[in-house]
Each structure stands twice: as structure tokens, then as C-alpha cells.
């Protein structure tokens, strides 16, 4: 991890000076500063969208401007780059809070004092200016695919949630249908029960017709019959079974039929 120096400003001015809070050698160059941001002396919550900027005046007068991309809630990381370290001597600094609707919210400067380095030769400083255009449009771009992307995770948790509740309603379906299944396997087989029973009633009953008809008919073939009749020739016919037994005898000049069972 590299170290960084912290320091603390306050947006409101205070008719103070600014005073060195930072050290750095000559042509440092990726050392963190974090910049705790306060308003009246309270910690100042950084609002959403806004954009940061550091800008730095070296001795010579030239000067540097930057974005800052590293934001908390209430702080700034600004890294620093060769050219705010270029030159020796004491570079003023200031940070500078713009609201997303390009409203400026408020600045805070400090010294840093910068060490001369043995290894210095000529003047390598130089004006160094971010194309302030594209870091913001860069920064409004990642802002958006931020945002989209927090939309299709909403999108996606919407869908998730309403499959969830498909399946529940489909489950519950299933269920509901099984169970009618399962009511009407019962009454099939109720019914099939109730038939078996049937059955064997008729069955009972055809045993108990037919049993009835050989009683009827052997209680026909005990008792016996005989009859009479005249057939064409003026005979006197009869016919019995062979259980009666008939004499014929005259009484009277009558005929007489008696029957012995």
C-alpha cells in the first residue's frame, strides 16, 4: 500500500492564510493525498453527481489541472502527478466542488512544500491542463453505465421475484390438481366397490329366480295334472301325468272319473 498524507479543509474561507499541509520531493508522482472536506467545522457529505477538481500553481506561475476521481463521502483522494511536483519551493493547491448541474458549491486551498531533488537538471516544468471535456464526459459516462447497471439489477431482481412467484402459483396448481386426482381415484373406486356390490346382488338374485323356478316347476311335476277334451271324432280324450292316478267306473248310467293323488 502506498502512503498518503491526509489533511483537512473547510469550504467556508476564513480570512487565514493558507499554510503548507503536504510535503512532497521534486517529481513525485503517484503519492495518495486524501482531503477530509468540512463546511463551518462539520464534515461536508460530497453530494451525488458532483464533480472535484484539484488545480496547482507552482512557483513559476504555471499551472496544473486536474479530476479528482477517487471520492468518499466526505473526502477526496487526489494523486499527484509529476508536474505538480516539477518545480521546488511552495506550490498552492486548491480543490474545487462542482454540483451536477455545473453549479460551483465551494474551494479550499493549502501549501504543499516541495523538496529540491539532487537529480534535477534544467526546467522540465511545463502548464498541464486534463482535458476537463473529456474527464467529464468520461465521468458522466461511467456515472450513467452506473446507474444502468443498478437498473438491470433491479430489472433482473423483478423478474427473478416474479418467476418465483409463477412457480409458487404453479406449484400450488399441481397440488390443487393432485389432490382432485387423488378425489377422484377415491369415487372410482367407490363407484367400482358399489358396482362389485351390485354385482353380486343381481348375481344373488338371478341364483334365488332360478332356484324359485325348479321349486315352481318340481312342485308342478309333484302334484301332477290331467285333462279332458273331444277331438274330431266325438272321442272323449285325457291326458294326465304319470302321478295321478285315475280309475273310471259308471254309477247310475253316469260316468264317474275319480282320481287317487
Keep these: 500500500m502506498i502512503p498518503y498524507q491526509e489533511l483537512t479543509v473547510d469550504l467556508i474561507p476564513h480570512g487565514m492564510p493558507p499554510c503548507v499541509q ?55 483522494v487526489v494523486s499527484l502527478v509529476e508536474q505538480m511536483t516539477a518545480e521546488y519551493g511552495q506550490v498552492l493547491m486548491e480543490i474545487s466542488l462542482i454540483g451536477d448541474g455545473q453549479d460551483p458549491i465551494g474551494t479550499a486551498n493549502w501549501l504543499m512544500q516541495v523538496e529540491r531533488s539532487p537529480l534535477a537538471a534544467g526546467d522540465p516544468s511545463a502548464t498541464w491542463v486534463v482535458d476537463l471535456n473529456t474527464a467529464v464526459d468520461e465521468a458522466k459516462d461511467a456515472r450513467d453505465a452506473a446507474q444502468a447497471a443498478q437498473a438491470a439489477a433491479e430489472t433482473a431482481q423483478e423478474l427473478a421475484e416474479d418467476a418465483q412467484q409463477a412457480a409458487e402459483t404453479a406449484q400450488g396448481k399441481a397440488e390443487e390438481a393432485q389432490a382432485g386426482a387423488e378425489a377422484a381415484q377415491l369415487l372410482a373406486e367407490g363407484a367400482q366397490a358399489a ?29 301332477g295334472y290331467m285333462f279332458f277334451h273331444i277331438d274330431e271324432r266325438g272321442h272323449l280324450i285325457y291326458e294326465h301325468t304319470v302321478n295321478v292316478d285315475v280309475e273310471f267306473y259308471l254309477y247310475n248310467g253316469h260316468l264317474i272319473v275319480g282320481v287317487d293323488e
Design 22 to 76: 503536504v510535503w512532497a520531493s521534486q517529481y513525485d508522482a503517484g503519492r495518495p493525498i486524501k482531503i477530509n472536506i468540512q463546511y463551518a467545522g462539520a464534515p461536508y457529505t460530497v453530494p451525488a453527481g458532483s464533480q472535484v477538481y484539484i488545480d496547482v500553481r507552482k512557483p513559476s506561475g504555471k499551472i496544473v489541472h486536474d479530476v479528482v476521481t477517487e471520492l468518499g463521502a466526505t473526502y477526496a
Design 195 to 223: 358396482a362389485e356390490v351390485a354385482q353380486g346382488k343381481a348375481e344373488d338374485a338371478q341364483g334365488a329366480a332360478e332356484d324359485a323356478a325348479e321349486r315352481a316347476e318340481q312342485s308342478a311335476a309333484d302334484a
